[in-house]
C-alpha cells in the first residue's frame, strides 16, 4: 500500500479544486448559452394586444358587410380602436401575426365553384348587437392581467361596445 506525503496529497487536492472551478465555470457558460437559446414567453400585453386587433378586425367584418350607412359611425369607432390598439403593440411584434382585416366570418372568404371569393354574408343588426355585447362581455376578463394602462383602454373600449349593443337594439 503506498502513502502519500503531505506535499502530495496538497497538489492532488489543489489540481483537483481548479479542475472543478473550470467545470464549473464551463458547465455555468453551457447552462447561460442554453438558457439564452430557449425562447422568452411571449409579454402578456402583446398577447392581449394581438387578440384584441383580431377582435376589432372581426367586428369591422361584420360592419363592413352592414347593409345600412347609419352604421359607419359605429364602425369608426371600432376602427379607432383598431387603430390604437396597432400604435400600442411593440414595434418587434407588428410584423408577426398582424392580419388585413377579414371578412365577417373572421376569415377570407371561401371561394366558389369559380374559383373567386364568395361574398360574404350580410351582417344583421341582431347579429352586430350580439357581436358587439359578446366582446363587451370579455374586456373585464382581458382587463384583469393587462398593465395598468392597457388595462384602462381595454375597459374603455369595453364600454364603447356595450353602448354599441344598446344602442343597436333601438331603432336606427
Known amino acids: ?56 378586425e372581426r367586428i369591422i367584418g361584420l360592419y363592413a358587410s352592414a347593409p345600412s350607412a347609419k352604421l359607419l359611425p359605429f364602425k369608426r369607432r371600432h376602427e379607432a380602436h383598431l387603430a390604437e390598439l396597432r400604435r400600442r403593440l411593440p414595434p418587434a411584434a407588428r410584423g408577426a401575426g398582424a392580419s388585413a382585416t377579414p371578412g365577417p366570418s373572421g376569415g377570407a372568404a371561401a371561394p366558389s365553384a369559380s374559383g373567386t371569393p364568395a361574398p360574404e354574408p350580410r351582417a344583421s343588426l341582431r347579429s352586430l348587437r350580439a357581436a358587439e355585447r359578446k366582446a363587451a362581455d370579455s374586456r373585464p376578463r382581458q382587463a384583469e392581467g393587462a398593465s395598468p394602462a392597457l ?21 336606427l
Open 151 to 171: 388595462a384602462q383602454l381595454v375597459a374603455s373600449i369595453g364600454a364603447c361596445e356595450a353602448a354599441h349593443a344598446v344602442a343597436l337594439a333601438r331603432p
Open 1 to 56: 500500500m503506498r502513502f502519500l506525503s503531505r506535499r502530495d496529497l496538497l497538489r492532488d487536492t489543489a489540481v483537483g479544486a481548479a479542475a472543478a472551478t473550470v467545470a464549473a465555470t464551463v458547465g455555468g457558460c453551457a447552462a447561460e448559452e442554453a438558457e439564452h437559446q430557449r425562447a422568452e414567453p411571449p409579454d402578456p400585453d402583446t398577447v392581449l394586444l394581438r387578440q384584441l386587433i383580431a377582435d376589432k
